[in-house]
């Protein structure tokens, strides 16, 4: 990581922080620090993860098969996807090797909650878990958000609409016994109670330290990774990737990353530098007006690669 100074950031990222020098640890990611290990033969897919994702509702379901293509793409050993029978034949259709499993639906097309002993079943197997993507925001579905944050005993992404259970519940995060992750972009950020009167920084900063237990990755502009008073700010990505979707993606690689064992900052830094270092290359390729979160999936295997390239001889999950 490469330390940065709050003047530096400023004038980088455009963001005008209310933030003092020595305040906080503030560093900006590059590729050297992502060493990933060498897998060995003799390893099996369960070597490498079950990584499960809760996601999708009626008319949302490109969502979840763009988290569960990305975390397959990630290196996940077993990915498994849970979302609604309103959208399995469409959605199961659209997954390569991903475990696909239908779930009661409630009249709106959500995840019922008479499918919550099915989750908390699949949760208890889980290496990690990513609820959120296109799930939708219906009662039922912020009750099964509830639980999950309450049961989870591997780590926990929220994405995208799990992130309503957060407004209507001010403590819940509080509640979770496992390592925590939030991914919200900037509106939902607000919706959660975030200020950004200050600038995104000083917004960040302000969130983690109000809830010490839970790590921030605040999308966007120079994406922040913030646990306490330590912030990371990832420097790739471009405008090419302001398409709905994108954010499923990173979902999608953070969840692979986190059900291999990697510690859960390291996942949160290499994640957010591997989304924006393959929505480059993808922008490269189709142009930043063309380009779509498939792009980026496609252009994964590209950018892990060039880690594999570096020499990843042993390097331990930091």
């Not at 407004?167 to 995060?173: A, M, T």
Request: glycine share 10%.
């Amino acid at each position: 990581m490469k330390a940065m100074s709050i003047a530096e950031y400023a004038e980088k990222y455009g963001d005008r922080p209310a933030v003092q020098e020595g305040k906080i640890r503030l560093t900006e990611t590059e590729m050297p620090d992502f060493l990933l290990p060498k897998r060995e033969p003799h390893t099996h897919k369960y070597s490498y993860g079950r990584a499960l994702l809760i996601a999708g509702s009626r008319g949302y379901s490109g969502a979840p098969v763009l988290a569960a293509n990305a975390c397959e793409r990630s290196g996940a050993g077993l990915t498994s996807l849970m979302i609604p029978e309103s959208i399995y034949e469409i959605a199961a259709s659209r997954c390569d090797g991903t475990v696909v499993t239908p779930l009661p639906a409630a009249e709106n097309g959500d995840i019922s909650l008479q499918a919550k002993t099915r989750v908390l079943s699949a949760l208890k197997s889980a290496d990690a878990c990513a609820i959120g993507p296109g799930l939708g925001p219906g009662p039922e579905v912020r009750e099964l958000v509830k639980l999950v944050v309450r049961s989870a005993e591997c780590p926990l992404i929220l994405d995208a609409d799990a992130l309503t259970a957060c407004v209507e519940e001010k403590n819940l995060l509080e509640t979770c016994r496992a390592p925590l992750l939030v991914t919200p972009h900037e509106g939902e950020f607000r919706r959660m109670g975030g200020d950004l009167s200050d600038g995104r920084l000083s917004g960040a900063l302000r969130f983690a330290l109000e809830h010490p237990g839970v790590l921030l990755i605040l999308k966007g502009f120079g994406t922040l990774v913030c646990q306490g008073e330590t912030v990371s700010v990832n420097p790739t990505g471009s405008p090419a990737m302001a398409k709905g979707g994108s954010g499923d993606v990173l979902c999608g690689i953070l969840c692979a990353l986190l059900a291999q064992g990697f510690d859960p900052s390291f996942a949160a830094k290499c994640a957010a530098w591997l989304h924006g270092a393959a929505g480059d290359r993808a922008a490269e390729e189709t142009g930043e007006y063309s380009m779509t979160p498939s792009d980026i999936i496609r252009a994964l295997p590209q950018v892990f690669r060039s880690l594999e390239e570096r020499g990843n001889k042993g390097a331990d999950r930091q």
